[in-house]
């Protein structure tokens, strides 16, 4: 018998008197998966000259797909976590990532500091985005959104913030694109939102709840950098009527003074 065979024998008496791996220790970590995406179908009608000094009516119909996202999320340990999530753009028909980021949790999850790339302290708007926002065209409002960011109004940073019961609070510092020279700047952001009525968990926001929670919520950021400042106030309110719907009120005031 040859030293080969000897030796997978003996791996394989070694493997079963060793038995099988405790459902404990082959605990893989929790991930989750998750998608969305945004689609849209536009149909116009116009008017083009027929060539004879008259016109005829022409119609072009189109189907769009605006954008996907996959969503990646787990959890390593128990204080130690982390986020990866992607987006295709319609715009420039690229994947890009907009969120890679480590989190580490303490307390139960009210003290939390993420690393990587991620939605800043900032307005309501641009934490819950257009993927959970009450509205279609959450950025074709005509007001500016004056914020510097890499893509998606991410930027790369570091940042800590905490729940404390009904009251949230983040701040951090991120590396961002001198808006009038061109190098590395870095921009301190910070946010606090005092919720009245039902907590809000979590730092990203929503739009809307749905009817799922009463809310009267006031939050209150600040952005600056070399170039300049940005403050935002911002407010959202959701009544459940019963068994008749939902009244919403969101509104926003905003100064961007050089960002």
């Known amino acids: 018998m040859s030293l080969k065979s000897q030796l997978i024998k003996a791996a394989v008496a070694s493997a079963l008197a060793i038995g099988p791996v405790s459902e404990a220790l082959a605990e893989l970590p929790e991930v989750k998966?998750?998608?969305?995406?945004?689609?849209s179908f536009t149909s116009t009608d116009f008017d083009v000259s027929d060539g004879e000094g008259g016109t005829d009516s022409e119609s072009i119909s189109d189907f769009a797909l605006n954008s996907a996202?996959?969503?990646l999320s787990g959890k390593a340990s128990e204080n130690i976590g982390f986020m990866l999530n992607?987006?295709?753009n319609s715009n420039d028909e690229e994947i890009r990532?907009?969120?890679?980021?480590?989190?580490?949790?303490?307390?139960?999850?009210m003290h939390n500091i993420w690393v990587g790339?991620?939605?800043?302290?900032?307005?309501?708007?641009?934490?819950y985005g257009p993927y959970y926002a009450s509205n279609w065209a959450v950025y074709q409002d005509g007001v500016q959104d004056g914020y510097p960011f890499e893509t998606e109004g991410r930027d790369d940073g570091l940042m800590y913030w905490g729940q404390y019961d009904k009251v949230k609070f983040s701040i951090g510092a991120f590396d961002v694109s001198g808006l009038t020279?061109?190098?590395?700047?870095?921009?301190?952001?910070?946010?606090?939102?005092?919720?009245?009525?039902?907590?809000?968990?979590?730092?990203?926001?929503?739009?809307?709840?749905?009817?799922?929670?009463?809310?009267?919520?006031?939050?209150?950021?600040?952005?600056?950098?070399?170039?300049?400042?940005?403050?935002?106030?911002?407010f959202l309110l959701e009544k459940k009527l019963g068994n008749s719907g939902?009244?919403?009120?969101?509104?926003?005031?905003?100064v961007y003074d050089g960002l």
């Open 97 to 109: 990532v907009i969120d890679a980021a480590a989190q580490f949790s303490f307390a139960g999850g």
């Open 246 to 254: 939902v009244v919403t009120v969101e509104s926003e005031y905003a």
């Open 33 to 39: 998966v998750g998608a969305g995406m945004r689609t």
């Open 117 to 127: 790339r991620f939605l800043p302290p900032s307005d309501r708007a641009n934490l």
């Open 181 to 234: 020279t061109g190098d590395s700047d870095t921009l301190l952001a910070s946010r606090v939102q005092v919720d009245f009525w039902d907590a809000e968990d979590g730092y990203y926001l929503n739009g809307t709840y749905y009817g799922e929670k009463d809310l009267l919520a006031i939050g209150v950021a600040a952005q600056t950098a070399d170039a300049g400042d940005a403050y935002s106030l911002d």
């Open 69 to 71: 996202r996959i969503y």
């Open 86 to 88: 992607t987006e295709y």
